[in-house]
């Protein structure tokens, strides 16, 4: 069994079992699956996210594996990503309670709190009317920046998202954002993998996912450049040559996404 609780739920579960205690916690529930519950909750005025995973079995295991998908055993996954991405300086969650017993990966009882990030919007929402009302360039750039800047020092640490797109970046908005002066997090790192090394292949998939994430914001070619100068963080002619594979493959998704969205939404197209 690991567990580690950090004030308040130290004192508060002081002489307790953590994980009843943390199964009896009320709040706001925003996913109920098999083995998977996330809540948010309130101790002392403060607001903060609980997950706690009850294990899926051997069937659901094995299904992940047949279909080539890795599956979640826990929250341990979690919590590694938070901890080695404030090792590295990537602004994220803090985890202030995890837990963990049973040796048996299909029924291992786990369960991780972190404190929640308020004010803030995540960038799918920012970004819904950038096409009718565009922001403000230096923030736009900045933006831009600023991600590539947090997802390459995640690739480079070993950690890749699983789950990478922009809704899960958020935007602090405690004070006004600027150009000069803005604040972003990571967030929803249940799925998250932790190495010595990001292989290439899992590198692609969050690149691509951002990307298909951020089809239809008004986003230029230009601003495609720039990420990739700063996330590769090598002169713009060498990146364009050595990624050449991966950029052709994602520009033509994109123009497959693209044309199925306009046939599903053109006028007369069946529901």
Not at 48 to 72: C, D, M, Q, T
Not at 168 to 183: E, I, N
Not at 185 to 194: E, G, M, N, P
Request: net charge positive; with cysteine.
């Amino acid at each position: 069994m690991r567990l580690i609780l950090a004030e308040p739920f130290k004192s508060l579960w002081a002489g307790r079992d953590a994980f009843e205690a943390v199964e009896a916690l009320q709040g706001q529930v925003y996913r109920e699956l098999e083995g998977r519950r996330t809540l948010r909750t309130e101790v002392g005025g403060r607001g903060y996210f609980v997950k706690i995973h009850r294990g899926i079995g051997w069937g659901e295991i094995v299904k992940n594996l047949l279909s080539a998908r890795l599956p979640v055993l826990g929250a341990g996954q979690e919590w590694r990503a938070i901890q080695r991405l404030h090792e590295v300086g990537v602004p994220t969650m803090t985890a202030v309670a995890y837990g963990e017993r049973g040796g048996n990966p299909a029924a291992r009882h786990s369960f991780i709190i972190t404190e929640e990030l308020e004010p803030t919007i995540d960038l799918e929402q920012l970004t819904l009317d950038w096409l009718q009302q565009p922001p403000e360039p230096r923030l736009k750039r900045a933006l831009i920046e600023r991600v590539a800047q947090m997802l390459g020092t995640m690739h480079r640490a070993g950690v890749n998202h699983r789950d990478c797109y922009i809704c899960h970046f958020l935007l602090h908005t405690d004070t006004p954002a600027s150009a000069d002066d803005l604040r972003l997090s990571v967030i929803d790192l249940h799925r998250a993998q932790v190495r010595s090394r990001v292989p290439r292949r899992w590198r692609d998939k969050d690149l691509a996912g951002l990307y298909f994430s951020a089809l239809g914001i008004g986003l230029t070619r230009r601003d495609g450049l720039r990420f990739l100068r700063t996330y590769f963080q090598r002169p713009l002619r060498q990146v364009l040559r050595d990624e050449a594979r991966l950029l052709a493959w994602m520009d033509g998704k994109a123009q497959r996404l693209q044309a199925r969205y306009a046939r599903k939404y053109a006028p007369g197209a069946r529901p």
